[in-house]
């Protein structure tokens, strides 16, 4: 597709419950990355694939949080057993390469935990 | 661990004000340096950045920042404010030329509204 694209747009979902979030990148990007953003916070930085290479997952919040990218393109946030605090909107963004810093971002799934 | 600050959160400002958004940042190796945009309703887009050479970047719409390495800052600067600059904007660092290079952290965010 022309831009990063992310699933669902919203989700509203009840606390306890699990979540999967998904982002399609622009073809052809080999970075790609998860942010959340919360009001007031900035983009809290989650996790970070590029290429083979194993992510960087120093951002996840805790282990309730997970992400894996199948065939170097399509990633999956994963959030179980989810708490009001992870109310945030989720940024999925790409990148032609590492180490260019132009990422591309989608427009974000705004998760609420009732 | 890297971190980066702006201190404005909210700028009122009316058109053809001058405006500069501060953003420091605490990485004491080499760093790249972003400012980001988000105009309402949009995607987060590029609006300049900083690898090396002149620390006076200029970016698209009339947006420049200079680096200043002793200060470490980068801040944002634009002579005179339209209307249509009213957006949320970020400023972002990365490490430069090591494994933490593709891990860009991003500020609070700085809300600028510029009224009419």
């Known amino acids: 597709g022309a831009g990063v694209s992310q699933s669902p747009s919203n989700k509203v979902t009840e606390k306890g419950k699990d979540v999967e979030l998904r982002c399609d990148p622009i073809?052809?990007?080999?970075?790609l990355y998860w942010y959340r953003q919360s009001l007031g916070q900035g983009l809290e930085f989650l996790i970070y694939?590029?290429?083979?290479?194993?992510?960087?997952k120093s951002g996840l919040p805790s282990d309730r949080f997970s992400a894996e990218r199948t065939g170097g393109s399509v990633s999956t946030l994963t959030i179980q057993r989810t708490q009001q605090e992870d109310s945030a909107v989720y940024l999925c963004?790409?990148?032609?390469?590492?180490?260019?810093?132009?990422?591309?971002f989608g427009e974000g799934s705004r998760l609420t935990v009732l | 661990a890297q971190s980066v600050s702006q201190h404005n959160h909210h700028v009122i400002l009316s058109e053809a004000a001058s405006l500069e958004l501060g953003c420091n940042y605490s990485y004491g190796g080499t760093v790249n340096l972003f400012w980001y945009v988000q105009y309402p309703g949009q995607h987060l887009q590029l609006l300049l950045k900083?690898?090396?050479?002149?620390?006076l970047v200029k970016g698209i719409k009339g947006f420049e920042a200079e680096f200043i390495k002793s200060k470490f800052s980068f801040n944002l600067r634009k002579p005179s404010v339209q209307w249509s600059d009213t957006a949320e904007y970020f400023c972002a660092v990365n490490e430069h030329g090591s494994s933490n290079t593709g891990k860009l952290i991003f500020g609070q965010g700085t809300t600028l509204q510029v009224k009419p």
């Open positions: 694939f590029q290429g083979n290479s194993a992510p960087d």
């Open positions: 073809s052809g990007h080999t970075a």
């Open positions: 963004a790409s990148s032609l390469a590492w180490n260019t810093g132009e990422l591309f």
């Open positions: 900083y690898f090396s050479g002149d620390p």
